[in-house]
C-alpha cells in the first residue's frame, strides 16, 4: 500500500487577539495601564498620603449619603476616594485635593460610574463652602434618625419660620414617601436644600429658620456653625433603643437601612462641651 505522504497543517497560527475576553479583568486592566499612564500614579506613596489626608478630612464618610465606610475592600461600604471632575490624566486635577471626595464603594460603582458615561453633573455638595453667615435667627437641629427632629422642628417654628429639611425636600421633589425615596433624588434635592441654605445670608420674609441635619461628629457641627452662624446647635440625645421604637411606627421607613444608620451615629457621636444645646427626650 503506498505510505501515506505527511500532512501540512492547513490552519496557519491564528494572529493575536485584539483587546481582551469580557470578563478578563486583568487583561482589561493591563490594557488599560499600557494606554493609560497615569494610572501608575495611584500606586505611589504620594497618592497613598493624599487618599488617607482625603479619608481623614471626610471622616471616612460618605460625601454623596452620609454614610459611614467603615467596610473593607471590595464591600459596599469600603471607602473609594474619587475624583468629583474627571482628571483624565491632568495632573493638576488629578492631586488636587480640592477635587476629591470619600464615597462608599457602592456609591462609586453605581452612581459615580453612572455620571461618568452619561455626562451628567456630579452630585451637589453636602458642605457647600460658598455659605454665609445666616441674617435671620436659624437654630440647626441635630441628632440620630428617628430621633425627633423634625417633629421638634414643627413643634418650634412660627408660621413665618422656614424649614429646612433634606427628607422633605426629596419627598416633595420626588412624590415618594418622606423616608424611603430613591437615592437618584438626593442630587436635586441637595441642590435645593443649599439653594434654601444660600438663601439664608439675603433678605427674606421668614421671620426664622430651622435646619435639620443629622450631623453626629463635632467637627462637622463646628464646620456648620463657623459658616452659618446659628443662634443655636440642638442636639436630641435620643437613645438608641427609643429611635429604634421611633422608627418602627413610621411604616415609609426601610427598617434595617435605618437601624444601621441609628447604630451608626451613636457609634459615630461626639459631643461639643458648653457648645452645644443638648436636649435628652424623656
Given at each position: 500500500m503506498p505510505r501515506l505522504a505527511n500532512l501540512k497543517p492547513q490552519l496557519s497560527s491564528l494572529a493575536p487577539r485584539l483587546g481582551y475576553a469580557p470578563g478578563d479583568e486583568k487583561a482589561r486592566d493591563?490594557?488599560?495601564?499600557?494606554?493609560?499612564h497615569w494610572r501608575a500614579w495611584y500606586k505611589t506613596a504620594r497618592w497613598e498620603r493624599l487618599r488617607q489626608e482625603v479619608l481623614l478630612r471626610d471622616l471616612y464618610t460618605c460625601q454623596r449619603t452620609g454614610v459611614l465606610c467603615r467596610g473593607k475592600s471590595p464591600a459596599p461600604d469600603s471607602p473609594v476616594v474619587n475624583h468629583k471632575k474627571p482628571h483624565l490624566g491632568d495632573p493638576s486635577l488629578?492631586?488636587?485635593?480640592?477635587?476629591?471626595?470619600?464615597?462608599?464603594?457602592?456609591?462609586?460603582?453605581?452612581?459615580?460610574?453612572?455620571?461618568?458615561?452619561?455626562?451628567?453633573?456630579?452630585?451637589a455638595s453636602l458642605f457647600p463652602k460658598w455659605l454665609k453667615p445666616s441674617?435671620?435667627?436659624?437654630?440647626?437641629?441635630?441628632?440620630?434618625?428617628?430621633?425627633?427632629?423634625?417633629?421638634?422642628?414643627?413643634?418650634?417654628?412660627?408660621?413665618?419660620?422656614?424649614?429646612?429639611?433634606?427628607?422633605?425636600i426629596a419627598s416633595q421633589l420626588s412624590g415618594e414617601p418622606l423616608h424611603s425615596w430613591d437615592d437618584r433624588w438626593l442630587?436635586?434635592?441637595?441642590?435645593?436644600?443649599n439653594d434654601l441654605l444660600g438663601s439664608l445670608?439675603?433678605?427674606?420674609?421668614?421671620?426664622?429658620?430651622?435646619?435639620?441635619?443629622?450631623?453626629?461628629?463635632?467637627?462637622?457641627?463646628?464646620?456648620?456653625?463657623?459658616?452659618?452662624?446659628?443662634?443655636?446647635?440642638?442636639?436630641?440625645?435620643?437613645?438608641?433603643?427609643?429611635?429604634?421604637?421611633?422608627?418602627a411606627k413610621d411604616a415609609d421607613r426601610i427598617q434595617k437601612q435605618t437601624a444601621d444608620a441609628i447604630v451608626?451615629?451613636?457609634?459615630?457621636?461626639?459631643?461639643?462641651?458648653?457648645?452645644?444645646?443638648?436636649l435628652r427626650p424623656s
Open positions: 493591563k490594557q488599560r495601564a499600557s494606554t493609560q488629578f492631586w488636587d485635593i480640592d477635587n476629591l471626595e470619600t464615597v462608599t464603594k457602592a456609591v462609586h460603582d453605581s452612581v459615580v460610574q453612572r455620571e461618568e458615561k452619561s455626562g451628567q453633573p456630579k452630585f441674617a435671620i435667627p436659624l437654630t440647626i437641629v441635630c441628632g440620630p434618625p428617628a430621633s425627633g427632629k423634625s417633629t421638634y422642628a414643627a413643634q418650634h417654628a412660627g408660621p413665618a419660620d422656614l424649614v429646612i429639611d433634606l427628607d422633605v442630587h436635586p434635592a441637595l441642590l435645593k436644600r445670608s439675603r433678605p427674606t420674609t421668614y421671620r426664622a429658620a430651622w435646619f435639620i441635619v443629622s450631623e453626629p461628629t463635632a467637627a462637622r457641627r463646628d464646620w456648620w456653625h463657623r459658616m452659618l452662624k446659628p443662634k443655636a446647635i440642638i442636639v436630641l440625645e435620643t437613645p438608641e433603643a427609643q429611635c429604634l421604637a421611633n422608627a451608626s451615629w451613636w457609634f459615630r457621636y461626639e459631643p461639643r462641651a458648653g457648645a452645644d444645646t443638648i
